[in-house]
């Protein structure tokens, strides 16, 4: 079983930047990817960015903006957010996919959402 902790969200004009941060936590679990992705109200959630050994995928709409970093060693997956635009305003959730061990089986895990403002 896996946990994951989100910090950073809040509120900022447009134009300006916010960090969020993701911190996993348990026992016998191998995590392959973090990401994060958001939703807007009365919207479906959608996929930010990811990072896997090392390798980031962005949604087209924030490439060049935003970057998804992690430490593997700790489990933690920030997002840097700089030139929000309104339409970022959204719940921003952590994702973390992790193999359990011994059984090696696949299992994806969300956090409670961090809420993002951006007002213009």
């Known amino acids: 079983q896996v946990s994951l902790v989100e910090s950073g969200g809040g509120s900022v004009q447009a134009g300006g930047s916010l960090s969020l941060s993701c911190t996993a936590s348990?026992?016998?679990?191998?995590?392959?990817?973090m990401g994060w992705y958001r939703q807007a109200r009365g919207k479906q959630r959608e996929l930010v960015a990811t990072?896997?050994?090392?390798?980031?995928n962005y949604a087209e709409s924030v490439k060049g903006r935003f970057t998804i970093s992690r430490d593997s060693a700790k489990n933690i997956a920030i997002l840097r957010m700089n030139s929000l635009k309104s339409e970022a305003a959204a719940v921003y959730y952590c994702?973390?996919?992790?193999?359990?061990?011994?059984?090696?089986?696949?299992?994806?895990?969300w956090g409670q959402g961090t809420q993002v403002t951006v007002s213009s």
């Open positions: 990072v896997a050994s090392g390798n980031a």
């Open positions: 348990g026992s016998r679990f191998n995590i392959v990817e």
């Open positions: 994702n973390a996919r992790a193999v359990e061990l011994p059984t090696a089986r696949f299992s994806d895990y």
